[in-house]
């Protein structure tokens, strides 16, 4: 029996644009995150499970990192 296609939902546009911010913040190109992200599939699964059962940053955490990230540069 042929596999059924079970196409994911839609990431949020919120998590899309925070990164975008976050490539632009560290100056990483699209296509340098694709790579990673490719180099990671297949080795060392557990410590790739193990950060993603961190606890996500919400909204308001993740807009004081950006901030105080921007305020570090500029102090540098």
Known sequence: MPRQYNPKPPYPAQFRQQLIELAKEFGCHETSILRWIRATKGRDASSFAA?????PLNAAERQELVELRRKLRQAL
């Not at 950060?51 to 606890?55: G, H």
């Open 51 to 55: 950060v993603q059962q961190a606890a």
